[in-house]
């Protein structure tokens, strides 16, 4: 479990009184209040996509500009306040969790899409710009955002850029530090700056680099200039079934080794894939232990060529069945069942904690096979689906929330697959971040002089540590947590 600083009792006694500043300093206009402190209308912002830990907050603020949100962070800075950003509230990590004492500012009203240049192939977006919605903005003039969370219908942009997130596509493209441009952002003190802009990279220290994946912890980030890409002429998904999961992950292994690199390469075991069948009707092989799914593009020859080589490697491994898309339609059919893997799982278990940690691909087989030893030592079932073709691995461990055993179990569970990642040469997280969820398993990854360092940036941002603190650094190392208790 995991344990969430005292609230600070001088703050808390002056709730009304930082309810009334906060209405004064935001006052919303004609899209209504925006300030909420009445406990009922607090609750859709107690949790994030971490369900399992829940505490409302103390006010939430919902700004629509920059300088609104300038406004209220120096109002906090000179109050003590403690601030949780928040985007869409989809982390898996609990990373926009609130704390009694916190101001929660959610960025959603800031959605304004302010610039596209297709010459220079960039937008420039407000930070609560759906991920999906920026695509949708340019795709009618060819046009694509491409990391693809499978959350892309709700997460936002400026939540996409502090966890760094990734999706199926990343394997080509990159994740969302590989396309960003420029970002305007605020600090605890109020000062509103702006990094990088519309050129490939910047004088001195690679402050993009430093807020990317930086998890609410140093800045606001209001505005966000991303690269935009040229859609592919086409795409086409093969499917390939296999009898064995670690056989399924020497195929992936072996794909990546031949230097072919595909837009998508993703992985499903036979409990995910039998929860996404039973969800989406996708056609998928039940009699396969593991899947892959395989997304090549270019134009229809290069296409042919590509999934020819494909094929070739995947029948090295005794496949099941080799499926090859020949429309757009069916190629979609291939994806429905995959984009909605984790509602699938939701489906056939009450609830399920998603892990996120990256391994070298070679490693797949041996963790996968791990994996399964440690679902049966831990009596839970877990169900395998992930990025294979960059080791990002998401399995979603199977347990019943109600049943305090089974949730301490599912939380050992996950910290041994985490730490497995680690001891094979990859890292606690690929794309989910830290959050509250890993954050004492940090000392498993960095020594005490690594996070010292990293907790010397933080402070340089915020040396009061109130820009979402008790998240990312372990219990013992966290001033957030210390301060308070
Ligand atoms: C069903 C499902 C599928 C998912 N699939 C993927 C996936 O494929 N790939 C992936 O990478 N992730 C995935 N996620 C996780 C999640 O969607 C991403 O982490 C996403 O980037 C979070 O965006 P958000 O707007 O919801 O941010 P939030 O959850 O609101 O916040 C995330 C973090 O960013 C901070 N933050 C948010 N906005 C700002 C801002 N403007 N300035 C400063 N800090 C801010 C918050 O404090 C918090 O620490 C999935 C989640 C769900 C529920």
Not at 367 to 390: C, P, W
């Given at each position: 479990?995991?344990?969430?600083?005292?609230?600070?009792?001088?703050?808390?006694?002056?709730?009304?009184?930082?309810?009334?500043?906060?209405?004064?300093?935001?006052?919303?206009?004609?899209?209504?209040?925006?300030?909420?402190?009445?406990?009922?209308?607090?609750?859709?912002?107690?949790?994030?996509?971490?369900?399992?830990?829940?505490?409302?907050?103390?006010?939430?603020?919902?700004?629509?500009?920059?300088?609104?949100?300038?406004?209220?962070?120096?109002?906090?800075?000179?109050?003590?306040?403690r601030?949780?950003?928040?985007?869409?509230?989809?982390?898996?990590?609990?990373?926009?969790?609130?704390?009694?004492?916190?101001?929660?500012?959610?960025?959603?009203?800031?959605?304004?899409?302010?610039?596209?240049?297709?010459?220079?192939?960039?937008?420039?977006?407000?930070?609560?710009?759906?991920?999906?919605?920026?695509?949708?903005?340019?795709?009618?003039?060819?046009f694509?955002?491409?990391?693809?969370?499978?959350?892309?219908?709700?997460?936002?942009?400026?939540?996409?850029?502090?966890?760094?997130?990734?999706?199926?596509?990343?394997?080509?493209?990159g994740?969302?530090?590989?396309?960003l441009?420029?970002?305007?952002?605020?600090?605890?003190?109020?000062?509103i700056?702006?990094?990088?802009?519309?050129?490939?990279?910047?004088?001195g220290?690679?402050?993009?680099?430093?807020?990317?994946?930086?998890?609410?912890?140093?800045?606001?980030?209001?505005?966000v200039?991303?690269?935009?890409?040229?859609?592919?002429?086409?795409?086409?998904?093969?499917?390939?079934?296999?009898?064995?999961?670690?056989?399924?992950?020497?195929?992936?292994?072996?794909?990546?080794g031949?230097?072919?690199?595909?837009?998508?390469?993703?992985?499903?075991?036979?409990?995910?894939i039998?929860a996404?069948?039973?969800?989406?009707?996708?056609?998928?092989?039940?009699?396969?232990?593991?899947?892959?799914?395989?997304?090549?593009?270019?134009?229809?020859?290069?296409?042919?060529?590509?999934?020819?080589?494909?094929?070739?490697?995947?029948?090295?491994f005794?496949?099941?069945?080799?499926?090859?898309?020949?429309?757009?339609?069916?190629?979609?059919?291939?994806?429905?069942?995959?984009?909605?893997?984790?509602?699938?799982?939701?489906?056939?278990?009450?609830?399920?904690?998603?892990?996120?940690?990256?391994?070298?691909?070679?490693?797949?087989?041996?963790?996968?096979?791990?994996?399964?030893?440690?679902?049966?030592?831990?009596?839970?079932?877990?169900?395998?689906?992930?990025?294979?073709?960059?080791?990002?691995?998401?399995?979603?461990?199977?347990?019943?929330?109600?049943?305090?055993?089974?949730f301490r179990?599912?939380e050992?569970?996950?910290?041994?697959?985490?730490?497995?990642?680690?001891?094979?040469?990859?890292?606690?997280?690929?794309?989910?971040?830290?959050?509250?969820?890993?954050?004492?398993?940090?000392?498993?990854?960095?020594?005490?002089?690594?996070?010292?360092?990293?907790?010397?940036?933080?402070?340089?941002f915020?040396?009061?540590?109130?820009?979402?603190?008790?998240?990312?650094?372990?219990?013992?190392?966290?001033?957030?947590?210390?301060?308070?208790?």
């Open positions: 479990m995991i344990r969430l600083p005292e609230p600070k009792q001088a703050v808390m006694a002056r709730r009304e009184e930082i309810i009334a500043d906060l209405r004064r300093l935001v006052p919303g206009g004609p899209l209504g209040e925006a300030v909420i402190g009445e406990p009922l209308r607090l609750k859709p912002y107690e949790t994030d996509g971490l369900s399992a830990y829940r505490q409302p907050p103390l006010a939430v603020v919902l700004p629509q500009t920059t300088e609104e949100v300038a406004a209220v962070l120096r109002y906090c800075h000179r109050n003590g306040i601030v949780i950003p928040r985007g869409a509230g989809t982390s898996l990590s609990g990373g926009a969790l609130p704390l009694a004492d916190a101001v929660v500012i959610g960025l959603m009203r800031m959605n304004r899409i302010l610039e596209v240049d297709y010459e220079n192939r960039l937008a420039v977006v407000e930070a609560g710009v759906t991920n999906l919605g920026i695509t949708n903005h340019v795709a009618g003039d060819g694509f955002y491409a990391p693809d969370p499978s959350s892309q219908l709700a997460c936002m942009i400026g939540g996409n850029v502090n966890m760094n997130s990734g999706g199926a596509h990343c394997l080509k493209y994740v969302t530090a590989n396309n441009l420029g970002l305007k952002l605020v600090t605890i003190e109020g000062e700056l702006e990094v990088g802009g519309s050129h490939l990279d910047a004088a220290y690679d402050w993009m680099g430093l807020l990317t994946g930086s998890e609410g912890q140093l800045a606001i980030i209001t505005e200039t991303v690269r935009i890409l040229r859609a592919a002429e086409g795409q086409r998904a093969m499917l390939a079934a296999f009898k064995g999961t670690e056989i399924a992950g020497a195929a992936v292994d072996a794909i990546i031949s230097g072919i690199i595909p837009v998508a390469l993703e992985f499903m075991d036979k409990p995910c039998h996404c069948e039973a969800f989406a009707h996708a056609g998928y092989p039940l009699d396969a232990e593991a899947l892959l799914i395989i997304e090549v593009e270019g134009s229809t020859e290069e296409q042919d060529m590509l999934l020819g080589k494909l094929k070739d490697i995947c029948s090295r005794d496949p099941i069945s080799l499926k090859v898309a020949q429309t757009a339609e069916e190629s979609m059919a291939i994806w429905k069942g995959r984009k909605g893997a984790f509602g699938a799982v939701g489906r056939i278990s009450p609830d399920y904690l998603c892990m996120d940690g990256t391994i070298p691909t070679s490693e797949l087989p041996h963790v996968l096979k791990r994996i399964g030893e440690m679902s049966t030592q831990y009596g839970l079932q877990v169900a395998n689906v992930f990025h294979a073709g960059d080791g990002n691995l998401h399995p979603l461990i199977m347990f019943d929330a109600n049943d305090p055993e089974s179990r599912a050992a569970f996950g910290a041994d697959i985490l730490k497995l990642c680690v001891e094979v040469g990859g890292c606690l997280t690929g794309e989910h971040g830290v959050g509250v969820e890993k954050r004492d398993l940090m000392n498993v990854q960095f020594t005490r002089d690594e996070l010292r360092l990293q907790r010397a940036i933080k402070g340089a915020d040396p009061d540590w109130l820009l979402n603190p008790a998240k990312v650094f372990p219990l013992e190392d966290n001033p957030g947590l210390q301060q308070a208790a």
